[in-house]
């Protein structure tokens, strides 16, 4: 059984490592829109820092965003997506596998851009740990919560716009801790509430949103 | 030695709330491969769809009976003894054939060594092509290293969805041999085909489907 | 279990429906305007807000409406993804735009009620706030319907995101008040919540079992509706047309 997810794990990888420049670009992205920010904000030090944790996590919401659509669009287009449906192993390990590689390829790269990045705005270096580790433990939970909504889109044309309509309202409670986390630790106050609480969504994303996707995949091919 | 057995029981198949046919009866046994013959828009991919298990009938029933002793109400057994080849290739563009291939035949639960991946490969002639990725293929190339599944799997059921699309006619003469082989050994293969496929010495029923 | 069988089948429903509907409406507009008179006429001014405070017979019914109506939903999604009840997808389907409706308007009249309280149109407060996500989760299935062209896939898609949805609604509404107590402190007062004198609250739960009743007739109207058009290459739907 974890043959399979493996495989598919290996696979995922290896098609990011081969489209490279597809990951670069969600990378520019990220960097794009934090950096772009003081300029229309004026170069104020105490505002950016103010702003920083809902301009970090508003970006990494918006990238997962635009990431999440090519999920399973390819395997749904060449038809690979009815050989993970018609496999004997369960539906929702491969999806876990899926999601994870994809993590892997873009929210952890995130996680590792995000030091230089905030503190380009200013934040005190004492908060990049607990901002790392609140990206470390949100981002996977927005890949999880995310794919159920691409699984579901994954007929339509154009979803985009219709994506972000399902999954931002489920965003909620992962940009209120991620981005509290962030703030309690810039203003130096303990943070590990807003960090337990991120961990507990992640626990809960992954022993439930695999089957979600799963039943979600299953509906879009029927 | 049991055959396996494929009973499809006063079926009705639709694409939405529409249904395409309605009490379609037929019973397979190993040995046997079957033609579903229809117009365009018959419905003859929501069949095989619908026989696969993507796709839920609107009415009626699937059975499928294992030739081995495994429980017949076991979720898997279909799954487990099922080679689909769809409409599509499922070939990633950026894979090659033997990364897609390895990929593909676990999905099935079968682990076949690269070794016998390529050899397969090679014996189709397409031994050049094994590292090239799949997206600088020609179209009918991509469907023979679609295709070659046919030569690594073990699965009873063969259902194949115009198997023989961009084929040319040596390549098809190859299908035809590999499913006429594979059904003289006792297992079953469901098609469509617009092109004319004859499978030597083998009974071929005939599955119409008539609008209903 | 025949019972259900029976309710099962379209037709059936098509026809019983329409008793059932009127039976739901009658009581609901009469329960509803009766509370609502007795609430913004005859009930006692409050001691503390004055006579603002009676735009809560409107609000707390659609308010409660609004969750009771996802809720509903969602059982019915889960209904329709194990047992593929299509009456259930339909129910869900047709049981979004009422829902929507009704938390809108709890959203407005919580508006309202806002103004005189808070001086303020709007204010960050932890139960507007989750309000609005939970119209934002209204309005996603709404869309997901709208945007899938199959019904069936359309409600097995819909059903899925409410079962999703409803989950989440506890977690989102945990969070909003985490952030709220977190970061708007003290400022912003909430609503005191003394005991009400029973002429306060009798309007109030007719009113809300009258919205209630309102909401069923509603939804049933919509499941009418929605079950013709997607039923309508059938018989027994073209009979219903050339009657008609």
């Known amino acids: 059984m974890l043959s399979v997810f493996w495989a598919v794990l290996r696979r995922d990888l290896l098609l990011a490592f081969r489209q490279r420049g ?53 395997d749904y ?30 929210g952890l790269i995130f996680v590792l851009a995000s030091p230089l990045l905030v503190l380009l705005l200013g934040v005190p270096a004492s908060a990049v740990p607990v901002i790392m580790a609140s990206l470390l433990l949100g981002t996977p ?62 626990v809960l994303g992954i022993t439930t949103a695999p089957f979600a996707i799963a039943a979600a995949l299953k509906i879009s091919l029927e | 030695m049991t055959r396996p057995r494929l009973g499809i029981r006063n079926l009705s198949c639709g694409r939405g ?43 009626g029933e699937v059975i499928w009976e294992s030739a081995s002793d495994r429980p017949a109400d076991d979720a898997l057994l279909l799954k487990d003894e099922l080679c689909f080849v769809g409409h599509d290739n499922a070939l990633n563009a950026a894979l090659t054939p033997v990364e897609n291939l390895d990929v593909l035949m676990r999905l099935c639960g079968r682990r076949v060594p690269e070794k016998r991946i390529r050899a397969t490969l090679a014996d189709l002639g397409l031994k050049r092509l094994a590292h090239r990725p799949c997206g600088r293929l020609s179209a009918g190339q991509k469907r023979r290293v679609s295709l070659a599944r046919l030569w690594l799997t073990d699965a009873p059921l063969w259902l194949l969805d115009e198997p023989a699309s961009a084929l040319d006619v040596e390549s098809r003469a190859v ?22 496929l004859t499978l030597p010495d083998v009974p071929v029923r005939s599955i119409e489907l008539s609008p209903c | 279990m025949l019972w259900l069988h029976r309710f099962g089948s379209l037709p059936y429903f098509y026809r019983v429906s329409r008793p059932i509907a009127i039976a739901l409406a009658v009581p609901g507009v009469l ?29 707390v019914p659609s308010a409660w409406l609004s969750l009771f109506g996802y809720t509903s939903m969602a059982i019915a999604g889960v209904v329709a993804l194990v047992w593929r009840l299509k009456l259930a997808e339909i129910f869900l389907v047709a049981a979004a735009p009422v829902g929507a409706s009704f938390t809108f308007l709890a959203l407005v009249t919580g508006a309202i009620w806002g103004k005189p309280m808070w001086g303020t149109w709007w204010v960050w407060d932890a139960r507007l706030t989750s309000e609005l996500i939970l119209l934002f989760l209204y309005l996603g299935v709404i869309a997901l319907h709208n945007a899938i062209e199959s019904p069936r896939t359309a409600a097995r898609a819909c059903a899925l995101l409410s079962v999703v949805g409803v989950i989440n609604v506890p977690i989102i509404h945990y969070s909003v008040e985490w952030w709220n107590t977190l970061h708007q402190g003290p400022t912003v007062t909430r609503f005191g919540r003394p005991a009400m004198e029973m002429d306060m609250l009798w309007p109030l739960l007719c009113a809300a079992l009258g919205f209630t009743l309102m909401f069923g ?21 073209k009979k219903v047309f050339s009657d008609a």
């Open chain 3, 31 to 59: 329960l509803a305007a009766y509370g609502v008179y007795g609430g913004l006429v005859n009930a006692p001014v409050d001691y503390q807000q004055g006579d603002a405070f009676r735009i809560l017979y409107i609000h």
């Open chain 2, 17 to 59: 709330e529409r249904a395409l046919f309605a009490g379609l009866d037929i019973a397979l046994v190993g040995g046997e491969a079957a033609r579903i013959l229809g117009e365009n828009g018959a419905g003859k991919t929501t069949l095989l769809r619908t026989l696969s298990g993507l796709q839920q009938p609107l009415s």
């Open chain 2, 175 to 196: 299908l035809c041999a590999r499913i006429a082989t594979h059904v003289s050994a006792g297992g079953i293969a469901v098609f469509t085909t617009h092109e004319a």
């Open chain 1, 141 to 202: 939970t927005l890949g999880l919560v995310g794919a159920i909504g691409t699984a579901l889109t994954l007929s339509l044309p154009r979803a985009g716009l219709l994506l972000s309509l399902l999954i931002f309202p489920l965003y909620v409670p992962i940009l209120i801790f991620g981005a509290g986390a962030m703030r309690a630790a810039i203003a130096g106050l303990p943070a590990a509430g807003a960090l337990y609480l991120l961990g507990a969504l992640l």
């Open chain 3, 217 to 237: 007739w509603l939804t049933l109207w919509n499941m009418r509706a929605q079950l013709l058009w997607r039923e309508r290459r059938s018989r027994w739907a």
């Open chain 1, 22 to 74: 597809v990951l670069v670009h969600h990378l520019l992205f990220f960097v794009l829109v934090v950096a772009l920010f003081p300029l229309g904000t004026g170069a104020d030090a105490a505002i950016l820092v103010t702003v920083s944790p809902a301009l970090i996590w508003m970006a990494v919401l918006l990238a997962a965003l635009l990431s999440l659509q090519r999920l399973f669009k390819p």
């Open chain 1, 77 to 106: 287009e060449d038809g690979t997506l009815e050989q993970y449906v018609l496999s004997p192993e369960p539906l929702a390990l491969i999806a876990l596998a899926k999601v994870l590689a994809y993590w892997l390829a873009s």
